[in-house]
């Protein structure tokens, strides 16, 4: 039977020339688990059992490091994945001695689904991408790679977290009246939210009902262009796990991980650095610097005094990044042990660069995400035409439409999960 690894490279190379299902056939013997999850990514869990676990109950760190109790044996000791509790964390995949787990990959699933889509295919590119598929690829040269694969596009993701920004800097403005009141962010780390929502759930009223620039960056494709199909491409599994939550699958259709796209790269013979230019700089600073510990409490913190530079409660950020430290930050929040007034939590150590699937250190990819920021021709959304000019093409008059929660970037889980 062929090893995992095998099974998917081959499969891989077979539908990129367009010989898949001749491939299928031919194989034998194989494992139809395994084939299924390659095929059928969605039919399963954003974490993979490649064969059976031969550990002892003891020794199964997988189990005891996750935070979500989302990985535990069966009756018959079978090791078993809680879909609806998995936040995609990645520790049980870290943890595994026996190297069994794995996490989703749905580049072949994308691949047939390019194929035979009718509409366009855009690629929704996370703004931790800077230098990791070396340091000569540009956006520009990025975005013509995609269409080298059959995307029609690729839009950065970081102008969307632009618009989150501004409405998470007006939630604070509308909501923050006294000393006493907080806020936690909503519209960045999946796991954070995971944390809030399914463990500490009393924190969930102040949290903003804002989605992710993710979740915003497809819905805005998709009001659009109604039949587009929409890819994200990023970091982390989480977003895996965050693409498939019920009130939010209307936006994504697909997410690949940087290593899912630097396989690609690899099979086609598609080196980024070379390809021609194709430049379109649309997002601002405080967009850019979302891929790193600390980028969304700076972008909120800036854009707030940009909006109400009078304000009389200026606003106190506060920051952890890896389960353990959100873990700490929250129960010092609980117990009143801290005197912040907006709270940013990532599940990843130095934030998005610090992802399970980079290609880089996440010190390198900080230092990247702020020099491209740095970059940047507008400092705030606020100041940004283009944030404004998309508002308008999707209906908003204003910019205090955005607190409208029945708008594409809002989320209702303040109302519907906290009960």
Not at 169 to 176: M, T, V
Not at 213 to 219: F, L, N, T, Y
């Amino acid at each position: 039977m062929k090893r995992f690894d095998d099974l998917y490279k081959e499969l891989l190379k077979a539908t990129i020339e367009n010989r898949d299902e001749e491939y299928i056939k031919s194989l034998d013997p194989y494992d139809a688990h395994q084939l299924d999850c390659l095929l059928n990514p969605k039919k399963h869990p954003v974490v993979w059992h490649t064969s059976e676990c031969d550990c002892d109950d003891e020794d199964r760190r997988c189990v005891k490091v996750c935070s979500f109790h989302a990985i535990h044996p069966d009756e018959g000791g079978k090791l078993q994945i809680d879909e609806e509790a998995c936040a995609g964390c990645s520790y049980c995949i870290q943890e595994c001695r026996s190297q069994k787990l794995t996490s989703s990959k749905d580049v072949i699933a994308v691949l047939r689904a390019i194929r035979s889509h009718k509409g366009l295919v855009y690629a929704l590119i996370a703004p931790a991408f800077l230098g990791q598929f070396s340091k000569e690829v540009t956006p520009g040269k990025l975005r013509t790679a995609f269409k080298k694969i059959g995307f029609d596009g690729m839009l950065e993701v970081a102008l969307f977290a632009d618009i989150l920004t501004l409405k998470e800097a007006l939630e604070f403005d509308k909501n923050i009246k006294t000393e006493k009141d907080f806020q936690l962010t909503s519209c960045c780390c999946p796991v954070w939210i995971s944390l809030i929502k399914n463990i500490y759930r009393e924190l969930v009223p102040h949290v903003p009902p804002s989605v992710s620039p993710m979740i915003a960056s497809g819905r805005t494709v998709k009001t659009l262009h109604p039949d587009a199909l929409t890819v994200f491409i990023g970091p982390c599994l989480a977003k895996k796990a965050e693409a498939r939550d019920k009130d939010i699958a209307d936006a994504i259709d697909y997410v690949l991980t940087f290593q899912e796209v630097q396989d690609l790269f690899n099979i086609m013979n598609i080196d980024p650095s070379q390809m021609e230019e194709s430049e379109k700089d649309h997002s601002s600073r405080a967009g850019r610097i979302y891929a790193h510990t600390g980028g969304v409490s700076e972008a909120v913190k800036i854009t707030l005094e940009r909006i109400n530079p009078d304000r009389h409660i200026k606003i106190r950020t506060l920051k952890a990044d890896g389960v353990k430290a959100c873990r700490e930050l929250i129960k010092d929040i609980l117990a009143g042990n801290t005197t912040a007034n907006f709270y940013e939590g990532m599940g990843c150590e130095g934030g998005c660069v610090g992802g399970p699937r980079v290609l880089i250190p996440h010190e390198e990819g900080k230092k990247n995400v702020e020099e491209y920021g740095k970059q940047a021709t507008y400092p705030t959304p606020i100041d940004n035409p283009y944030v404004i000019e998309l508002l308008k093409r999707l209906g908003y008059e204003t910019v205090e439409s955005l607190l409208d929660e029945s708008d594409i970037f809002s989320r209702k889980f303040v109302k519907s999960d906290a009960n």
